[in-house]
């Protein structure tokens, strides 16, 4: 299967950088050229969700963590080149643990997608020799000059 070069950017933002905010960049992006399909819905759901709890939004984040266990359910647990099955158990914790935040409360902690296809892990290793980490992350919706290059088609 071929993949994505977006994808591998999301892919490097989410386990390399933690930045999600850029995860929501990319994947947005790749989600509408793909039709909107719901899987990719799901993946960027997990980044938005994991974005607003690091931000202490308790309720955002576990809004978008459910929403995406409901969306990431129906697929099989090695699609898209990743262990699926790994990061779906692990939002449906999170999003359980976030559930019931007021009477349990945690420290927020980072999920990693675990990369099965060897293709698309070389493509990651290619990509993120060519992304640089956002330091300081973003948190908010601005526009950076990631976006305007890719925008211009000077960035894939």
């Avoid at 709890?53 to 990743?82: C, H, W």
Wanted: aromatic letters at 10%; glycine letters at 6%.
């Amino acid at each position: 299967m071929k993949h994505d070069r977006l994808y591998a950017a999301f892919l490097i933002y989410f386990n390399r950088d933690q930045d999600y905010f850029e995860c929501h960049e990319v994947m947005e992006e790749l989600w509408l050229q793909l039709d909107k399909n719901p899987l990719y819905k799901g993946l960027l759901q997990v980044a938005v969700g994991l974005y607003h709890f690091r931000n202490g939004n308790v309720t955002g984040g576990q809004k978008m963590m459910e929403s995406a266990v409901r969306r990431l359910r129906p697929y099989p647990p090695d699609s898209l080149g990743i262990n699926l099955g790994k990061l779906l158990r692990e939002t449906e914790q999170y999003a359980a643990a976030l559930a019931s935040y007021n009477d349990s409360p945690f420290s927020y902690y980072d999920l990693e997608i675990e990369i099965q296809d060897v293709h698309l892990l070389e493509l990651v290793e290619k990509t993120a020799a060519e992304i640089t980490p956002n330091i300081p992350q973003r948190r908010g919706p601005q526009r950076g000059a990631k976006h305007e290059l890719r925008m211009q088609g000077k960035l894939k």
